[in-house]
């Protein structure tokens, strides 16, 4: 079975640039979160979607970010304009929206901005 | 509100040896789950475990099980005849889905275990 799916692996960009990282998570699969990760912070949960809906966007640190899910199988997360500080991996998970069904993580996207 | 907290930032152990990983959470709900992930330097996050909180066993997966204390509020990860393989990073965390439907799916902070050869 095919796991979720993130693209790029690796980004490199220059600050300012528009950055769109995507997902697509497990068939089947009716939820979808993001994630990212550094070191200072540990794991942050930006936004998640139940049945293509944003749930709750509070971990979304600024209006710089954006995430949007237009079908069940693809999600992006967008950054316009992106800063250092962005700098992270971004994970997207998906899951059922039942209890006691784990989230599957894909293998994120490093991010680096210059 | 829910939290999640791993108190050991690091270990380490010897090859071949047993260790515990501690986690507690804070809760007022009666049914939840909990989850322990793996992230070993590839970066993939992996489902090692999983614990209902209405279930008084204790899960096991191979090499790996859980000691569940509910009243105590704690879920301990223990690696039984650690394997070089073992070096990760390990995430306790915990589930609830609410009546209203809100859901909620909190990490700790994570354990950096190293397994020594």
């Known amino acids: 079975d095919a796991g979720v799916i993130q693209s790029p692996r690796h980004e490199v960009t220059e600050m300012g640039q528009e950055v769109t990282l995507r997902c697509k998570p497990i068939s089947g699969h009716n939820s979808l979160f993001w994630y990212r990760q550094t070191m200072m912070r540990g794991l942050e949960l930006l936004i998640y979607?139940?049945?293509?809906?944003?749930?709750?966007d509070s971990g979304m640190p600024e209006d710089r970010f954006s995430a949007k899910m237009p079908n069940a199988s693809f999600s992006t997360l967008k950054i316009q304009p992106s800063e250092p500080r962005d700098s992270a991996v971004y994970f997207c998970a998906s899951s059922l929206w039942r209890l006691g069904q784990p989230q599957h993580f894909g293998d994120g996207t490093r991010l680096s901005i210059l | 509100a829910q939290t999640v907290t791993q108190s050991q930032p690091e270990m380490s152990v010897q090859e071949a040896e047993t260790v515990t990983l501690s986690c507690t959470y804070d809760t007022s709900e009666s049914n939840y789950y909990l989850f322990w992930y793996k992230q070993p330097p590839s970066r993939q996050m992996i489902l090692v475990i999983r614990?209902?909180?209405?279930?008084?066993q204790n899960a096991t997966e191979n090499r790996f099980s859980v000691n569940f204390q509910k009243a105590a509020k704690s879920f301990s990860l223990k690696i039984s005849d650690s394997q070089l393989g073992d070096t990760a990073m390990y995430f306790c965390?915990?589930?609830?889905?609410?009546?209203?439907?809100?859901?909620?799916?909190?990490f700790g902070t994570g354990t950096r275990l190293k397994v020594l050869a």
């Open positions: 979607f139940n049945n293509n809906v944003p749930i709750d």
């Open positions: 614990q209902e909180a209405y279930k008084q």
């Open positions: 965390a915990f589930m609830k889905l609410g009546i209203s439907g809100t859901y909620k799916y909190i």
